[in-house]
């Protein structure tokens, strides 16, 4: 049975860094896609960040508000995943989730960040960002 661990989450001040790590187990070769997404209170969950794992290029996809702060990378030794978080501000503040999904998914930023898209969850790790 495959399982998704999240770890790295913490309370930082604006303009801090963070780093998240997603420790996969199971049989990781079959996940076509992974991501990270993150639910703030009373929000819907959105995706932060997305790779296409088995893909050559192994494309990276980003959501607009955090294109050139946050960078997602993946051990494909190991399969653990990373989100390397850069300049936080206080509206990164929410529960961060590791997610796979072993079908595939258009090659276009709204899918493959789509949150039904993935069957796959980890247990979320709370990310804080004072001001």
């Known amino acids: 049975q495959v399982q998704l661990v999240e770890s790295g989450g913490g309370s930082v001040q604006a303009g801090g860094s963070l780093r998240l790590s997603c420790a996969a187990s199971?049989?990781?070769?079959?996940?076509?896609?992974m991501a990270w997404f993150r639910q703030a209170p009373g929000q819907d969950r959105e995706g932060v960040a997305a790779?296409?794992?088995?893909?050559?290029?192994?494309?990276?996809y980003y959501a607009d508000s955090v294109k050139g702060r946050f960078a997602i990378s993946q051990d494909y030794a190991n399969g653990t995943l990373y989100l390397q978080m850069n300049s936080l501000k206080p509206e990164d503040t929410a529960i961060y989730y590791c997610?796979?999904?072993?079908?595939?998914?258009?090659?276009?930023?709204?899918?493959?960040?789509?949150?039904?898209?993935?069957?796959?969850w980890g247990q979320g790790t709370q990310v804080t960002v004072s001001s």
């Open positions: 199971g049989n990781i070769a079959r996940w076509y896609s």
């Open positions: 997610a796979a999904s072993a079908q595939y998914i258009p090659a276009t930023t709204s899918q493959v960040l789509g949150v039904g898209q993935y069957d796959v």
């Open positions: 790779i296409r794992a088995l893909t050559a290029a192994r494309n990276t």
